[in-house]
C-alpha cells in the first residue's frame, strides 16, 4: 500500500535554470509536485499519467525515497518514507525507463548485487534468480558483460534486478521507454503478474495503451496537481471525448 | 556495515574491469620508470659513447707551442686540421667544419720564457656531445701545462710541492644514502603523489560522475542501504586504487633501476636500501591519509559533475594543484620545519625526502601526521556532507 498524503516538493532553481525561465522565474524555486494525496491498493495497479514535466518521475522518486518532500507525507506498506526510509526501500521494487546498469558486471553479478544489498539469503536467491531467469528467458545470457547485450536484453536485466528481494510495492517510471513492441509486452504481462500475485504496483507513462491495459486506478498529474484521480473504469464512465487520449488532453488542457 | 562491504566488493570489481583505470593505476606507473630509466640510460650511453669515440677534428692556429702539437698529433682521436684562419674558427665550429679550435696568441712562447702564463684561446661547441669534446681536449691542455711546470720547476730548481701551502682533506660526514635521499627522495613524493592522484582520478569519476551519467545512482539510492554507507563503500575503492597505483609506480622504479644495468653497484645498493620495506612502510603511512584526502575531494568534486567528461575537466586542472606544492618541494633550502610541516602534499614531499635520508625528526614526522589526519578527516567530513544530497544528485 502507498499513501501519499498533501505531497509537495520544490527545488531551488540553479542561475542556469533562472535563465532559461527568464522573469517567470519568480522566487528561485520550481514547485514539481504540488500538494498531492492519492493511494495505491495491494492487488492493484495505480497509473500516473500525465505529459513530459509534469512532476510523474519526481512523484515516484519520492515515494521510492530519492527525494525528500517538501511537505506532506508518504507512507510505504505502512513506514514513512522520510523517518524509517530503510524499512520503505527493504519493501520496493524501483525500475525506471533509462536502464540504469553496471556494463561491466554480468547479469549473473548485478543480480547477486542487488540481492546482497537487500539480504537475501542465499538459498532464496538462487531460487529466485532461476525462477526469474528462466521466465525472462536470461540463462544464456547470464555470464556475459551486460554492455554486450540488446537494449531488451538489458531492461530484462533490470527487472530481475528490481524485484529479486520479492517486494510489496513496484515502482515502474516510464518502464517501456525505447523498447520495442516485443520487449514492451514482456513488462506489461509482469505488471499483470505482480498484481495477480498481490502486490501494489504504480507506474508512471504517457502512453494512453497501456493505461488502457493495466490500469485500476487512475491519476492525471499536469504542472504538478492532479487533475483526476479516481478508478479507470470510473474515468472511461464519465468521458466527455471520444478516445482515452482526447479524454487525457481535455483534463490537462482544463487543469 | 554488510551494505557497505556490498558496495566495496562490486565497486571494487567494476572499477577493476575499467580499461581507463587499469591503465591510469597499472599499466602506465609499472611501465613508465622501466621506460624512461631504460630509454635515456641507452641514448646517454650510446651517445656518450659515440662522443668519446669520435675523432676530434681540431685547428692550432697561430704559433702553436711544438710540445702541444706533438700531443695532439701522437694522439690517434685527434685529427689536426691546418690553414684554419682565426677568424673562420667560429664559424667553423658552427657549421661542423670543426670541433674545436686553439689559438695561441703571438707573445705565447715570449710569456712562457718570462715565466709567465701563455694565453691560448680555446674554441668549442659546449651543447655538442654532453660537453665531451671539452673535456677530452682540457684533459690534454692539463697535461701540457704540467709539462710546462714541471721544466719551470726543474729551471728554478723548486720542490714541485713548495707551491702547496695548505693541503686540504675533505670528510664529508653525509652517507651515501643522505646524499641520494636528499636527491632521490625529492623525486620519490613526484611518483607517490602524481600516481596517487591519477591512479584515484578515474575510479573517483566513474564511481561518482559516471554512476550519475548512467543513472545507476538511482537504483542504488533505492536499496536499503544508508548514503554513508554507500559514500564509505566508494571511498574505500578510491583510497585502495590510489594506494595500489602509488606502490605499483614504485615496483615499476624497482623493476627500472634493476634493468637500469649501468649504476654502479655501491649506488645501486644504496637505492635498493631506500626502497626497502621500513622505508616504504613509512611512506605508505603518509600516503594513507592523503590518499584519503585525495579520495574525499575527486569524488565529492565528481559527483557535482553530471557526466564523465564535466568531471574530468572540472579535475584535470586539480592535477596542477596538486603537483605545485611537490615542486616546491625540489627548490633548494625548502626543508622540513614546524611551518612546512602544515602544509599538504608540501608536507609529504618534504617528509618523504628525510624518511629516505633517514634524517626525518620524530617531532616533525608526528606534525605531517597530524596535519594530514585533520586534512583527511575534513575531506571525508566535507564529502559525507555534499555527497549523496539530492540537490548534487539530481543537479540539474
Known amino acids: 500500500m502507498i499513501e501519499v498524503q498533501n505531497l509537495r516538493k520544490q527545488f531551488k532553481l540553479t542561475r542556469q535554470q533562472k535563465k532559461e525561465i527568464g522573469k517567470t522565474a519568480g522566487d528561485g524555486t520550481l514547485e514539481a509536485v504540488a500538494g498531492i494525496s492519492f493511494m495505491c491498493q495491494p492487488g492493484r495497479v495505480f497509473s ?39 524499512e520503505v526501500r527493504r519493501r520496493i521494487g524501483f525500475l525506471t525507463g533509462t536502464t540504469g546498469l553496471y556494463d561491466r558486471l554480468t547479469p549473473n553479478e548485478l543480480v547477486r548485487y542487488y540481492a546482497n544489498l537487500h539480504n537475501v539469503e542465499k538459498s532464496a536467491f538462487q531460487k529466485r534468480r532461476e525462477e526469474l531467469f528462466s521466465r525472462l ?16 536484453m538489458k531492461q530484462k536485466v533490470s527487472i530481475v534486478r528490481t524485484i529479486i528481494h ?22 506489461i504481462e509482469l505488471i499483470r503478474e505482480f498484481r495477480a500475485k498481490g502486490k501494489t504496483v504504480i507506474f508512471s507513462t504517457h502512453i494512453m495503451g497501456e493505461v488502457s491495459l493495466l490500469s485500476d486506478d487512475l491519476a492525471i498529474i499536469h504542472k504538478g496537481k492532479l487533475c483526476y484521480n479516481g478508478s479507470y473504469s470510473a474515468f472511461v464512465a464519465g468521458m466527455k471525448t471520444k478516445s482515452l487520449e482526447d479524454e487525457f488532453i481535455r483534463f490537462v488542457e482544463e487543469a | 556495515m554488510s551494505g557497505l562491504f556490498t558496495i566495496f566488493k562490486k565497486e571494487l570489481i567494476d572499477t577493476l574491469r575499467d580499461r581507463r583505470t587499469i591503465i591510469a593505476m597499472v599499466v602506465v606507473p609499472l611501465l613508465i620508470f622501466p621506460l624512461i630509466i631504460g630509454v635515456t640510460t641507452k641514448i646517454s650511453i650510446s651517445q656518450s659513447q659515440k662522443a668519446q669515440a669520435k675523432t676530434l677534428r681540431v685547428a692550432l692556429i697561430g704559433n702553436a707551442d711544438a710540445r702541444f702539437k706533438e700531443r695532439l698529433a701522437a694522439r690517434a682521436d685527434i685529427h689536426l686540421i691546418a690553414n684554419v684562419p682565426e677568424d673562420s674558427a667560429r664559424s667553423f665550429i658552427q657549421t661542423d667544419r670543426l670541433d674545436a679550435a686553439f689559438v695561441f696568441m703571438e707573445d705565447f712562447a715570449q710569456q712562457l720564457q718570462n715565466l709567465r702564463a701563455g694565453e691560448i684561446k680555446f674554441y668549442f661547441k659546449s651543447t655538442d656531445d654532453e660537453n665531451i669534446t671539452k673535456r677530452r681536449l682540457q684533459e690534454i691542455v692539463e ?34 644514502k643522505e646524499k641520494l635521499g636528499k636527491t632521490i627522495g625529492g623525486f620519490l613524493p613526484y611518483i607517490f603523489v602524481i600516481f596517487c592522484f591519477l591512479g584515484s582520478m578515474y575510479p573517483a569519476i566513474d564511481l561518482a560522475a559516471g554512476e550519475k551519467e548512467r543513472g545507476t545512482i538511482e537504483t542504488l539510492l533505492t536499496a536499503p542501504v544508508s548514503g554513508l554507507e554507500i559514500l564509505l563503500g566508494k571511498f574505500g575503492v578510491v583510497v585502495l586504487t590510489g594506494i595500489g597505483s602509488a606502490l605499483i609506480s614504485i615496483a615499476g622504479l624497482y623493476v627500472g633501476i634493476r ?6 653497484p655501491e649506488i645501486l645498493d644504496v637505492i635498493l636500501g631506500i626502497l626497502e620495506v621500513k622505508s616504504i612502510l613509512m611512506l605508505l603511512s603518509l600516503l594513507l591519509p592523503l590518499t584519503i584526502f585525495f579520495a574525499g575531494l575527486l569524488l565529492t568534486l565528481s559527483i557535482f559533475a553530471k557526466t564523465f567528461k564535466e568531471a574530468q575537466s572540472i579535475i584535470t586542472p586539480v592535477n596542477i594543484i596538486v603537483i605545485l606544492p611537490v615542486a616546491i618541494g625540489l627548490i633548494p633550502g625548502i626543508t622540513l620545519n614546524t611551518t612546512t610541516a602544515m602544509i599538504p602534499i608540501l608536507n609529504v614531499s618534504l617528509a618523504t625526502k628525510e624518511i629516505i635520508a633517514g634524517t626525518i625528526e ?8 597530524v596535519s594530514l589526519i585533520i586534512l583527511a578527516g575534513l575531506s571525508l567530513l566535507v564529502s559525507s556532507k555534499l555527497f549523496l544530497r539530492e540537490d548534487v544528485i539530481f543537479r540539474g
Do not use: C, W
Open chain 2, 362 to 369: 620524530t617531532g616533525l614526522l608526528i606534525e605531517v601526521y
Open chain 2, 143 to 176: 697535461k701540457f701545462e704540467e709539462q710546462l711546470l714541471s721544466e719551470r720547476f726543474r729551471q728554478l730548481r723548486l720542490d714541485e710541492s713548495a707551491i702547496d701551502a695548505v693541503q686540504l682533506t675533505e670528510i664529508d660526514i653525509a652517507s651515501v
Open chain 1, 137 to 152: 528467458e536470461l540463462h544464456s545470457f547470464a555470464n556475459r558483460r551486460i554492455s554486450k547485450l540488446s537494449t531488451g
Open chain 1, 48 to 86: 500516473l499519467l500525465g505529459p513530459n514535466g509534469a512532476g510523474k518521475t519526481t512523484a515516484l522518486r519520492l515515494i521510492a525515497t530519492m527525494l525528500k518532500p517538501t511537505a506532506g507525507t508518504i507512507l510505504v506498506a505502512g513506514f514513512d518514507t522520510v523517518k524509517q526510509p530503510l
Open chain 2, 259 to 264: 634493468q637500469a644495468g649501468e649504476i654502479p
Open chain 1, 166 to 187: 520479492d517486494p510489496e510495492v513496484v515502482i515502474f517510471d516510464e518502464p517501456t521507454a525505447g523498447l520495442d513492441v516485443i520487449s514492451a509486452r514482456s513488462i
